[in-house]
């Protein structure tokens, strides 16, 4: 095992010229005792320090003294290298504070080392409290005056070099190496500052034991998990400017991805490589949704000549020959985008496919069927992105998010495709109360394991509670005279260090960086990536360790009956969620309808990743509401639902006849093709309309619609008009007008009309009657007027 990349910078200082004659007599008594190169004192400021009006590198060491707080501070901010072998100069810095009234001045020096290697976490975190925890022996080799003048109100940087040898106060051979608590206490008059850190300490690839036997190898295989996701205030900004979230988490997961370096595996957020939300998809005929507002208060500008004709079609993206050119925007796997990063950066590592948005599968989980459905949605428009970018992921794993991972998650997850589970691990039942997702402190279980969820049982990966906090910047209980920087990197290599020392054979470990810690990343309270980088590779380039990925992990055999079981509800689902979740159901079912109207139904897509938004997890971690999610896609469907207006009669109509028809004007205001169905609507079943065939109308224009209807009854009715989409969406406001029946006015003018022409005819038959009737009787009757007597 090639243990030299932990070996860290080695640095060696010597005395500074100002402070030679002040220290001569203590570092000539302590090169008789360790050697020529055993100290070195403070290689860069002098002996008089000024008051120093500078923030420290690291915010957790800048807080006022209350009353309670000593007077005079040591804060221990950094420690090289993190592992210390054999030969390796340990160089301890930080900072000396004073708050009195007086000088500090030449203080006395002391190092004291814890004398045993705690065997457990528990009894390693007790070093960190100096009132109770176990006291370090003093190493009489390092005990001298430190020449230093740290002024009233003033500060001193700190520097000592401890060198790593058989003289340190303990030996470091294979059966005793680990972490040990250090402790510098610097003593002037009646006045004693102390600081604890925790050092480790290897043997090195050469160490061999009291019989000089090699150091036997130990085989811990470490596998880091880290979330790349967007914050709840990165989807806050990129939903409030329409912008792809990538442009807003893009630094940040740069930076990540760049620090913690190739031997870390990724949970990767598909939205990450989406383009912007789509927020402008409901423009009106006539409107550009990419256009730049225009200032009012700007004047207008004489428009430039023409540039010259090149033979160029000025809308080609730019040359990919020419490293200036820009990036061409719809290229995804473009290295000038985080998506092109991203895939550059992916290499061999381990990737497990996050749902769309890191969808929160135990909040899901208390919304039922619903809940499996959107989870459903959301992993396969996850594997739809991740194949559109080549990207080799793993898509049937698991990560909900913590806390409230339950058994009704588990099932959840399953149910939406998952088949197997990466758990963040919580305290032991005796612990703490809730689920036993990891063992004892004194134990090293492996990370693989089987997870139960009633009397199904699902392959899991369970991550290691204390390890996981660390790397992901939590110091240990106590550690206030380190900052948190170097006290979590410490308290991981020394928890590694205690999980090595336990194990009897091969074993895996999980450390799963938090979501929130790593979300904080680049804010004023969330430290820097390179903090975390540090605490990574330091952990992965330790002696003892093997990197491995999720994928050897979950090859690795459980420990024999392990089993894991979870609670059985998580409780975690809030009102707001909930809520949430109904709407982006509903607006999921509103896009599909209104795309059924639309000639490019895709421009709603990015509705549908909106609206998905409201699903992450990211608000509940964040403990706010996903409603400006819900609220961003309700602005953009807005003009889809009043995509058609109707001009309808504006004054009360009659319709004499039992039938007839009513024009209607339909006009389109999107700037796209639209094909409609009209709904007509009698509020009295006195009239009865017939169906109308689909409309189509282009972008901005009008159309009149003939209704034809059929009147049952006379009577005055109300009638509603309703534009909808094929598949039963409303593409605008319900209009309405006034109907009056009036079918019997044509039935008594067909019978006055019929019953005139039967009295013309019973008239005429009268007169045919009587002429007859006179010819029988031999009178000839008179000749009219015209008529020629013969």
Not at 180 to 188: H, K, P, T
Not at 299 to 305: A, E, H, I, K
Not at 490 to 507: E, F, G, H, I, K
């Amino acid at each position: 095992m090639n243990t030299s990349r932990a070996r860290g910078v080695r640095c060696r200082r010597g005395l500074p010229d100002s402070v030679t004659s002040a220290v001569a007599p203590f570092g000539l008594a302590l090169a008789l005792v360790l050697g020529p190169a055993a100290l070195a004192l403070p290689a860069g400021p002098s002996a008089s320090a000024t008051p120093s009006t500078s923030p420290s590198d690291d915010s957790s060491t800048t807080a006022s003294p209350d009353a309670d707080e000593p007077a005079v501070t040591l804060t221990l901010t950094d420690m090289t290298p993190a592992v210390a072998q054999l030969g390796d100069t340990m160089v301890l810095t930080g900072t000396i504070t004073n708050t009195t009234d007086a000088d500090f001045v030449d203080p006395t020096l002391q190092i004291r080392v814890q004398q045993a290697v705690p065997g457990t976490a528990v009894a390693m975190e007790r070093w960190f409290d100096a009132s109770t925890g176990p006291r370090g022996r003093t190493v009489p080799g390092l005990t001298g005056p430190y020449p230093v003048t740290v002024p009233a109100g003033g500060s001193a940087p700190f520097s000592f070099s401890i060198p790593v040898d058989g003289e340190i106060g303990f030996p470091i051979r294979y059966d005793n190496w680990g972490p040990r608590g250090l402790e510098v206490a610097l003593s002037q008059g009646g006045t004693t500052v102390t600081a604890r850190t925790m050092g480790v300490f290897h043997p090195g690839e050469t160490g061999e034991g009291e019989t000089g036997e090699a150091v036997p190898e130990v085989d811990l295989q470490v596998g880091v998990l880290l979330p790349l996701t967007p914050t709840a205030q990165e989807w806050t900004d990129a939903l409030a400017q329409g912008r792809a979230v990538s442009d807003l988490a893009g630094e940040r997961v740069r930076d990540l991805v760049e620090a913690t370096g190739p031997a870390v595996s990724w949970a990767l957020d598909p939205a990450l490589l989406g383009a912007p939300l789509g927020l402008s998809g409901g423009a009106t005929a006539g409107s550009d949704p990419t256009a730049a507002p225009t200032d009012p208060t700007t004047p207008p500008t004489d428009t430039p000549d023409p540039a010259p004709d090149t033979g160029e079609d000025p809308t080609d993206p730019a040359d990919p020959d020419d490293p200036d050119a820009p990036a061409d925007p719809a290229d995804p796997t473009d290295p000038a985008t985080l998506t092109g990063d991203l895939v550059a950066a992916a290499g061999d590592r381990d990737i497990l496919a996050l749902p769309f948005a890191d969808a929160d599968v135990p909040a899901l989980a208390g919304t039922g069927e619903t809940g499996r459905d959107l989870l459903t949605a959301a992993r396969e428009s996850a594997n739809e992105l991740f194949a559109a970018v080549g990207l080799q992921v793993s898509t049937t794993t698991a990560w909900p998010a913590a806390p409230g991972v339950s058994q009704d998650a588990l099932r959840l997850a399953t149910g939406a495709g998952y088949s197997a589970v990466v758990l963040d691990g919580v305290e032991d039942p005796d612990d703490a109360e809730g689920a036993s997702t990891s063992t004892s402190a004194s134990a090293s279980p492996s990370a693989r394991t089987d997870v139960t969820s009633g009397a199904a049982s699902v392959p899991a990966l369970v991550s290691d509670p204390r390890l996981s906090e660390a790397v992901s910047g939590e110091a240990p209980p106590g550690a206030t005279t380190s900052s948190e920087t170097l006290a979590s990197r410490q308290y991981a290599l020394a928890l590694s260090a205690v999980l090595a020392r336990d194990v009897t054979a091969d074993r895996t470990v999980l450390v799963t960086a938090d979501r929130t810690a790593v979300g904080a990343i680049g804010t004023p309270d969330g430290g820097k990536a390179a903090a975390l980088g540090s605490r990574v590779t330091s952990l992965l380039e330790a002696p003892w360790v093997t990197p491995t990925g999720l994928d050897e992990a979950f090859a690795s055999t459980p420990s024999a009956g392990q089993r894991t079981t979870l609670p059985v509800t998580g409780d975690v689902t809030s009102a707001a969620f909930a809520r949430g979740a109904d709407l982006v159901v509903d607006g999921l079912t509103e896009t599909m309808e209104i795309g059924s109207a639309l000639e490019r139904p895709e421009v709603l897509d990015g509705v549908d990743d909106v609206l998905r938004t409201a699903l992450s997890g990211a608000w509940r971690l964040d403990d706010s509401s996903p409603a400006a999610a819900t609220d961003a896609a309700e602005a953009v469907l807005q003009p889809y639902r009043d995509a058609v207006t109707v001009s309808v009669p504006a004054s009360l109509v009659d319709l004499f006849a039992e039938e007839g028809a009513v024009n209607l004007t339909l006009t389109n205001t999107l700037d796209q093709r639209v094909t409609v169905d009209v709904r007509i609507t009698p509020d009295q079943p006195a009239l009865r309309v017939d169906d109308v065939d689909p409309v189509t109308i282009d972008p901005g224009a009008s159309t009149s619609v003939r209704v034809p209807m059929v009147a049952v009854a006379n009577g005055l009715t109300r009638v509603d008009v309703d534009v909808l989409s094929p598949d039963g969406a409303a593409l605008g406001p319900v209009k309405s007008f006034d109907l009056r029946v009036r079918a019997e006015w044509e039935t008594v003018g067909t019978g006055i009309v019929a019953a005139g022409l039967g009295v013309l005819l019973v008239i005429g038959l009268i007169r045919t009657f009587r002429r007859g009737r006179r010819g029988s009787d031999g009178n000839v009757p008179a000749p009219t007027p015209t008529e020629e007597t013969p």
